[in-house]
């Protein structure tokens, strides 16, 4: 039997307003609400509550043997909180069907797994607390902002306690391999590694609507078919899709809705397929190798790297600049800051600032309050100063004074050595004097 | 008088400097302005001239023709020579009709007005023979004895009013092709300079620097060419707004459009050599422009964005709210005729770093001049500034006392001077 393991993703960011150089130090408040409730409203309305119904309809018609994974971030939780409570409803009603597993993610859907091992764990421990808190789960599959996977994260992850991680199946990586098994971290192989199928996932979330695809229009039978009519000895079937897929980037009139109401119905009827989580199929397969992911990957692009995010100067710099401040926030107890530090530390605030988009247009485009990247990384600048400013006041001048102590450190260093060339010096002239002495008897 | 933008919908230092130089002279005796732009949006105070926008001017009504190359003008009332059309459709329909040889078509709006963007967008050149076209029309329907046109997207109009009404023409130069374009110049802009400077019978230059250029680059001669300095607005009280800065560093400011005229980059690199020396301070270049996103990249590369603000284009209260933050001033131009912004923020009780190689340091004693390109010097005069509180309160005060003697009054005057000169020439 092949498992077809469905996982979806879903985050929303909080944008920040227009923020002026003239607003530094006089106003703390950085999002834009209006555009945040609004994007947040309408999508809620045309894809995550129309969907949420649907899973739970399939869920009970299908008697527990539909299966499908989450991972929410948790500032889309803040901001289902926020403006659209209802949506937590539903997830917690899919909770309680048992069909659902919710997987672990960064509480920011942020980069620091690139960044700081520390900041990383942090945002981790956070968001599985809001997912304990709110569904009563604990995971222990992890899923990282973006599918972002390299070797040394998997090892983390698995030192952190998490039996597997999804990731891309990306090509350069996988070679000639199937992402259809399961695979292990090459550092440590107790963590299973679980590879998208980008093409059959991109089916469903890019090509779906597309007239122009030659495999137009694509039937829940035919899709069943290409799930099953794989080389057989394969096991699993990982399709990862960004949960806005169905209506919003998909939209209703494309007829995704029926399409996703009835590809399991027909999978659940064929003797050779059946739904699993992430859990059961770890639980259930064993791997077959290890996959050797030496430089970080992603899900996105062309490319599959993390050039979306990390690709040019402006995004480096704000990075960097970011995570500088990450001794301060360790002292830093203000809630207020904290919320921010996790609000600034979203990965779509360095998306927005890719000058990619000039040749890979579309994606990039989608909900980007900006007109060039640009703007958006003034703006950014813009907000982490008048940051700087608040927890300058909170956490004061502690800058120098890391500083200073590295500068005492070196001179503490340096008397050590003095001391040292000094002996020697001593005992340098004492034998010459004795040498002298000996020649005077001589 | 001719120019291209008046307050408040301007660009630049032009409209400012045209807008300055009218109100000056319409103090002085038996002088009265009638202002043309291609587009009057309304709203420009039009107390001391006549506003006339050239995209409110009817073409059909008017007849005008007159035989080239020849200085007494005759008028034949028979057949206009500008033909106005609607759309493409009617335009081949005019043009398979018959006319007489040199007839000009040209597209209009349903009322027979042209349509004027007043900016500085892709049509750009066709706007300015348009404006030339119209300027014909005003030249016929105005009375006046001298015609002023300033900078070179006015110079055709000023030769066409010049060709119709057979009064002297006098030309000011804000700025030329050599300063905004460096060594690549736009040939078709330089030939429409040269060919205004040629027509005119006299040039008003805003510096010695830039009277130098119209001499070796343009070969005016040199008796004909005077320099008449600009001068600045006093502030006016209600302007003096509240003061909102929100960050207790220093701040200092470039303030100007972001283009290679202006010398962006090597403010950049002297702000980073400070930044290197001490904390405490940020920098803010105000204004946009064709250099902007490369400027932000290299404020990425060199990792000092955090201290370095971009705040896009400024206008009004902003650019005071600006100086009113600012505590010191540069401007690197590279090649500037004259550059009024430095004397506003003087206005501002602000320390200016001006370059060399700007009209305005001609006149300012009270400055630091440093070469645009000594990013060094740059860095230690800002440095300094910054450093040695009473430098900079001496800045303060004689600067403040030396900027209230540039009076617009001043400048009408020598102005007026020209004017008199070209009568008597005639």
Known sequence: MKSICLFFQVHQPFRHRGYRFFDIGNDNYYYDDYANETIMREVAQKSYLPTNKLLLKLADRLEGKFKVSFSITGLALEQFGLYAPEVIESFQKLAKTGCVEFLSETYSHSLSSLKDKDIFEKQVQLHDQRIFELFGHKPNVFRNTEMIYSDEIGAQIADMGYKAILTEGAKHILGWKSPNFVYVNAINPRLKVLMRNFKLSDDISFRFSNTNWSEYPLTPEKFVRWLENKNSKEEVVNLFLSYESFGERQVKESGIFDFLEKFPQIIIEDNKLKFATPSEVIDELQPISAVSVPHPISWADEERDLTAWLGNEMQKEAFDKLYKLKHRMEKCTDPKLNKDWNYLQVSDHFYYMSTKFFSDGDVHQSFNPFDSPYDAFINYMNVLSDFKIRLNSFVPENEIEHEIAALHKIIDEKEVKIRKLEADLIRVRKGKRENLRQRKIT | ?426
């Open chain 2, 1 to 426: 008088m001719f120019g291209w933008e008046f307050p408040p919908h301007i660009s630049g230092g032009l409209g400012t400097a045209c807008y300055g130089l009218t109100k000056g002279l319409a103090k002085l005796k038996n002088i009265e302005v009638i202002f043309v732009v291609p587009k009057a949006f309304g709203d420009e105070d039009q107390t001391a001239m006549k506003l006339i926008g050239a995209n409110n001017i009817s073409v059909s009504k008017k007849e005008i023709q007159f035989e080239e190359n020849q200085k007494k003008i005759d008028y034949f009332e028979v057949n206009s020579q500008i033909i106005p059309y609607v759309g493409e459709d009617e335009f081949w329909k005019l043009k398979s009709g018959k006319y007489p040889k040199g007839t000009k078509f040209i597209e209009t709006d349903k009322s027979c007005k042209i349509d004027f963007s007043g900016t500085y967008g892709t049509n750009l050149l066709q706007e300015i023979k348009n404006y030339a076209l119209i300027a014909e029309i005003i030249a016929r329907d105005n009375t006046f004895d001298i015609i002023h046109a300033h900078d070179w997207l006015a110079y055709p109009a000023g030769i066409a009013a010049k060709k119709v009404s057979g009064k002297p023409l006098v030309i000011h130069v804000h700025a030329t092709d050599f300063d905004r374009s460096g060594k690549d110049v736009n040939p078709r802009v330089y030939s429409i300079e040269r060919e205004g400077m040629e027509m005119a019978d006299k040039i008003i230059v805003v510096s010695n620097l830039t009277r130098n250029i119209v001499i070796e680059k343009y070969g005016a001669s040199p008796e004909k060419v005077t320099t008449v300095y600009n001068a600045v607005e006093p502030i006016s009280i209600s302007e003096n707004t509240k003061l909102r800065k929100g960050v207790d560093e220093k701040i200092v400011t470039f303030l100007g459009r972001i283009t290679m005229q202006k010398g962006p980059e090597y403010f950049i690199e002297a702000a980073n050599i400070v930044l290197k020396k001490m904390g405490n301070i940020r920098f803010v270049m105000a204004g946009s422009g064709d250099m902007m996103d490369a400027m932000v990249v290299r404020a990425a590369e060199l990792g000092i964005s955090d201290k370095f603000h971009f705040t896009g284009f400024l206008q009004g209260d902003d650019v005071f709210q600006m100086f009113k933050m600012t505590d010191v001033f540069v401007m690197p131009s590279v090649s500037e005729p004259f550059g009024i912004v430095p004397l506003e923020a003087m206005q501002a009780n602000v320390p200016v770093i001006i370059s060399n190689q700007s009209g305005v340091a001609e006149i300012l004693k009270h400055a630091i001049k440093i070469d645009f390109w000594d990013t060094l010097a740059m860095a230690d005069a800002i440095y300094g500034l910054l450093k040695y509180p009473s430098l900079s309160k001496h800045f303060k005060k004689a600067g403040k006392k030396e900027v209230g003697n540039f009076k617009w009054k001043n400048s009408a005057k020598r102005v007026k001077k020209v004017y008199k000169s070209a009568l008597n020439k005639l």
